[in-house]
């Protein structure tokens, strides 16, 4: 795309402004994992740890809507499986399920979950792709559009793949920082953009069939040690996982390894505002976590509006973290506590001009630019 048309994008609502961490490129460990961003024919990228694929992300473009998959399970087994699938085991009409995607079933009245082939969630700018070693970048700008050819909402995103070791079988982390605002394609569709009360969105996880409690031998289980779909179902968590066994290898050295996939849901995308006279220095405010959509058969969501609908406006965009970690064994509750705090820890991520040659845009930290832990 043009820069001119880049330029206008970014200007015309960002993620979350930084401050400038100085022109000079951060120097990583050299010898941390490498993780290298490969532009593929198709409409596609490759996230690669070390030349191994992590996860690929597709624009929607050609299929409708944008989404990642796989997520490669953390092994150094050759022909690893993934974490995470496309489809519906035993369901044809749940074809909307897409790996790990973004969809709300009442985005001001319409349906944006369901398969619809006038509908679309799918990228229309990129910003960056950035690799680099112990982590690696992609911005982009998506478009929800509904069937009657209207953007209802504008969706940035920005994505971190990060290892969490030397090789990807230490397993790895993909954070996902969304910014959304209403869409921008004419008179009558500029206003603010209500999110229905409903179970269904905004990020959605359909894991591997092998997974799953019910097609496979997993295992739900989410922060306060609460397993099962009965038991998470509908219930506030901080984190959810689901963990099981996942085929590796071929042939002969064909096997199942456990391995699994833990959701985080950042507590400031529950937060109403900053407090007034907070002591600590203004944290958003942070209320109980979310609650979650589960299911026996391989699914996990938090519902960012099961409890109450969610405006969206030019004024106050609507600003959302997660975070997925792809993790060796089976699930480990310290494990998962410690990727929380670090999580937390971690500033957000944003977009910038760049000053540097040869380069429109580049991602960085808010408040200092250097990458997370």
């Keep these: 795309m043009h820069a001119v048309l880049l330029v206008a994008a970014v200007l015309a609502g960002p993620p979350a402004p930084v401050d400038d961490p100085g022109d000079a490129p951060q120097v990583a460990d050299p010898s941390a994992a490498y993780v290298q961003l490969e532009p593929l024919p198709g409409e596609a990228v490759s996230f690669r740890v070390n030349g191994v694929e992590a996860t690929r992300w597709h624009t929607g473009t050609t299929i409708g809507r944008a989404s990642f998959y796989p997520l490669t399970a953390p092994?150094?087994?050759?022909?690893?499986?993934?974490?995470?699938?496309?489809?519906?085991?035993?369901?044809?009409?749940?074809?909307?399920?897409?790996?790990?995607?973004?969809?709300?079933?009442?985005?001001?009245g319409r349906n944006f979950w369901e398969?619809?082939?006038?509908?679309?969630?799918?990228?229309?700018?990129?910003?960056?792709?950035?690799?680099?070693?112990?982590?690696?970048?992609?911005a982009c700008r998506?478009?929800?559009?509904?069937?009657?050819?209207?953007?209802?909402?504008?969706?940035?995103?920005?994505?971190?793949?990060r290892p969490l070791g030397a090789t990807l079988a230490d397993g790895y982390e993909l954070e996902l920082h969304l910014t959304l605002r209403p869409g921008d394609d004419g008179p009558g569709n500029d206003g603010p953009v209500t999110l229905g009360q409903t179970n269904f969105g905004l990020l959605g996880v359909r894991v591997a069939e092998s997974l799953s409690e019910h097609f496979g031998a997993g295992r739900l289980t989410d922060d306060a040690g609460r397993t099962g779909e009965p038991a998470i179902f509908g219930n506030a968590a901080r984190w959810v996982d689901y963990s099981g066994p996942v085929p590796v290898g071929q042939g002969e050295a064909f096997r199942f390894e456990p391995h699994g996939l833990t959701v985080f849901d950042h507590p400031a995308n529950r937060a109403a505002g900053v407090a007034e006279g907070d002591e600590t220095g203004g944290e958003p405010v942070e209320g109980e976590p979310v609650r979650w959509h589960v299911r026996a058969d391989g699914w996990i969501g938090p519902s960012l509006c099961r409890e109450a609908p969610r405006e969206v406006s030019a004024e106050e965009p609507l600003a959302l973290r997660y975070l997925l970690h792809a993790h060796p064994g089976p699930y480990a509750a310290e494990v998962a506590a410690a990727r929380y705090e670090a999580f937390l820890a971690r500033p957000p991520l944003g977009v910038r001009k760049s000053s540097r040659p040869h380069t429109a845009f580049e991602i960085v930290r808010q408040g200092d630019g250097e990458p997370g832990d």
């Design 75 to 108: 092994t150094d087994a050759p022909a690893a499986g993934s974490l995470v699938r496309m489809g519906h085991p035993g369901a044809p009409n749940h074809s909307h399920h897409r790996g790990v995607w973004f969809a709300h079933q009442d985005v001001n």
């Design 142 to 161: 998506l478009a929800w559009v509904g069937a009657d050819g209207r953007t209802a909402l504008t969706q940035d995103l920005v994505a971190a793949l």
């Design 115 to 138: 398969d619809d082939p006038a509908v679309t969630v799918r990228q229309t700018d990129w910003l960056a792709l950035e690799s680099g070693r112990g982590e690696g970048r992609m």
